[in-house]
């Protein structure tokens, strides 16, 4: 079997939800009819969305889709009240749900209701390609036909989330004095002959809670304890009473009091944890797996989020997480999931730089404010591109910053990501694994770290025609605001999962054995002082480039050891098994011949693909995989290339 599909195969699953069904409600079977002509739509914006509106035997009727479509395209289905406490909506359209809705309100859960939602369920399924379980929404009197729905087809709901749902007609508008043309709805509706039949009436959905409960659907209901309208006693707490009585229960938030309409209006508390409700159960696994793996989990940073109410996270990576987007995502994604938790975020990405940079950086970079409780790594796209064709490098450095890390506190946990490039697009189309997630991979098997596969996810997606490498993220690695969507959403479903898991926090184990023995484990950077300065070399104390052109922070009017001519030498003494040179390679960097331990001298050419236009950070190994003990190494520069005859030495490189 190729290793990329066994890498595929090898992503955990999740569990997919029991169904069933139960009388005494008619359960109906799935619809084996020939797929529904498409409707006419009218397209319009809403809160930045666009929504689509038809109607269905004269109901209105939309869906608004989400900027970037969650795999498998899931969805909240809103039966009632859209504008009102549309918190959660707004929240799962951010996180890539679509939102439904068809006014059957006034029918007041009718058979005839439920008709009407067979047709809208069978026309978003067909036309719009929707998932096949929605979260169904109640608000107050939309609990009516959404129970009754779900108990006529429990198999098609993957969770209920209710906000003050009527679940007994006998409660409400019966017994409220004003609704009394809403009763005379309900006896409308559903042809009853009289008051009394439909008192009789054993089909509202307290009375149809069996099937719900057969096919174990998740359900989580918010009410206010003084509602005089939708009295919770009578309608959510029956409920749970009767639930708990055949094997099931009701997840319920409450509100203490409310003053506003009686109690039935308040403002709605917990709307990411009742977002988050719905994402757990009614995501849909891409391509049959998801994308992250969880090994050891998150279980140390999220005991300390949420029981020591602080909290220290790093993003370290190149330019994909020097950016915004993903990163303001993730945070404020933490922010709300420990809302009483103090964070501090580092942002500790470098544009141009890969995991032979980090693993030297990781001292003045990571950990120079104190332990850290949650880090988050990418290096892929940087590795695939800065060092080609040098897996063992690409090994040697991300285990060097796995193992660095976990040595100086081995309650950090660590995500390793892998975000997508057209390279690594190529190579899963061929079914091969990219060099640099294959090489990552094993370092997140050895060490446990969480992993997430972003370009193994967006080149399914592409298979399936969900999005286009060249439309969609514009061919480039720097995602556009599409692309940090779709990294976001996946990244927040990664961290629902591991911080729902139940692994008890301890010290990660590390292993007795390093992956590789010459692992820059103990990468740092050396003291540019510590350089014995031959002819040429200076030490400036703010270098910038004399010609100008482009700069990277952290790598211009800093410190830096510099030559401009041909011959200038330094030499340095270090103890280690590694040494290299983190420079700011621009147009002007020339080919170095260098010597380790007086051996011959050899050439390496600094000079970078962008170096023309850019004096990028770049770091060359010079001397790797030695004895430990104390060694030397003598610089000098060339005339090699004519026009490239400087070197600016930004850190030394140790290990």
């Known amino acids: 079997m190729p290793l990329a599909t066994l890498i595929r195969t090898s992503f955990l699953a999740r569990a997919l939800l029991l169904t069933g069904a139960t009388a005494p409600l008619t359960i109906h079977a799935e619809s084996k009819a020939a797929p529904l002509p498409p409707v006419a739509v009218q397209e319009s914006k809403v809160n930045g969305y666009i929504r689509q509106s038809f109607t269905i035997d004269g109901h209105p009727a939309y869906l608004v889709s989400p900027s970037v479509a969650a795999p498998g395209k899931p969805w909240i289905w809103r039966t009632s009240f859209p504008d009102y406490h549309a918190e959660v909506d707004l929240e799962l359209l951010r996180c890539g749900y679509h939102l439904g809705f068809i006014d059957v309100v006034d029918m007041l859960g009718s058979d005839a209701s439920l008709d009407l939602m067979d047709r809208f369920y069978e026309q978003v399924r067909t036309q719009w390609g929707l998932a096949p379980k929605p979260a169904l929404e109640p608000c107050s009197r939309g609990g009516l036909h959404a129970y009754r729905y779900a108990a006529r087809h429990p198999e098609r709901i993957a969770c209920i989330v209710g906000d003050v749902p009527v679940m007994d007609f006998k409660s409400w508008p019966f017994k409220r004095p004003e609704a009394k043309e809403n009763w005379q709805q309900v006896i409308k509706s559903y042809g009853f002959e009289s008051d009394a039949e439909a008192m009789s009436f054993t089909g509202n959905p307290i009375d149809q809670l069996a099937p719900i409960a057969k096919a174990k659907i998740p359900l989580r209901h918010t009410v206010c304890l003084t509602d005089g309208i ?5 309608n959510t707490f029956e409920a749970k009473r009767r639930l708990q009585r055949i094997g099931w229960d009701l997840e319920v938030v409450t509100v203490k009091e409310s003053s506003e309409a009686g109690g039935h209006h308040f403002p709605l508390p917990e709307v990411f944890e009742s977002a988050r409700f719905v994402m757990d159960h009614a995501d849909v696994l891409p391509a049959g797996h998801d994308y992250f793996q969880l090994r050891d989990g998150l279980s140390n940073s999220k005991a300390l989020f949420a029981n020591r109410k602080t909290g220290r996270v790093v993003f370290l990576g190149g330019s994909i997480t020097f950016n915004g987007g993903w990163r303001d995502e993730l945070m404020s994604y933490l922010k709300r999931k420990f809302p009483e938790t103090k964070f501090e975020f580092i942002a500790a990405g470098i544009p141009s730089v890969g995991s032979n940079g980090h693993a030297f950086r990781l001292e003045q970079d990571v950990f120079a404010k104190g332990p850290v409780d949650l880090l988050f790594v ?62 990552h991979e094993r370092v997140a098997v050895h060490y446990g770290c969480v992993s997430l596969d972003l370009a193994m996810e967006c080149a399914d997606r592409i298979k399936d025609g969900e999005l286009t490498w060249a439309g969609d993220f514009h061919g480039d690695v720097h995602p556009p605001p599409y692309g940090q969507r779709l990294y976001s959403n996946s990244m927040m479903r990664m961290l629902d999962a591991a911080f729902a898991s139940a692994t008890p926090p301890g010290p990660h184990q590390m292993p007795g054995t390093m992956l590789d023995a010459a692992s820059y484990s103990d990468g740092r950077y050396g003291l540019l002082e510590n350089a014995r300065l031959g002819k040429g070399f200076t030490l400036d104390p703010k270098w910038h480039p004399a010609k100008g052109g482009e700069t990277r922070a952290g790598f211009v009017d800093v410190p830096a050891l510099v030559a401009s001519e041909p011959g200038s030498e330094f030499s340095y003494d270090f103890t280690g098994t590694a040494f290299g040179l983190f420079l700011a ?31 990028l950070p770049w770091p060359v190994m010079l001397a790797d995989g030695l004895a430990p003990g104390k060694h030397q190494v003598a610089i000098r520069t060339t005339a090699e290339v004519k026009e490239r005859t400087a070197l600016h030495v930004i850190h030394v490189l140790l290990n």
């Open 230 to 234: 939708v009295p919770p006693e009578a």
């Open 378 to 439: 990418e290096a892929a796209v940087n590795d695939g591109g800065n060092i080609p064709g040098q897996p063992a490098l690409m090994l040697r450095a991300m285990e060097g910053v796995v193992r660095h890390a976990r040595a100086v506190n081995p309650l950090t946990d660590i995500v390793q990501m892998h975000f997508v490039s057209g390279e690594a697009l190529s190579d899963y189309a061929a079914n091969k694994l990219p060099d640099a997630i294959g090489q």
């Open 585 to 615: 390679a621009g147009y002007d960097t020339c080919v170095v011949e260098f010597s380790v331990d007086r051996a011959p001298f050899k050439k390496l050419d600094t000079f970078s693909h962008w170096s023309g236009s850019l004096h």
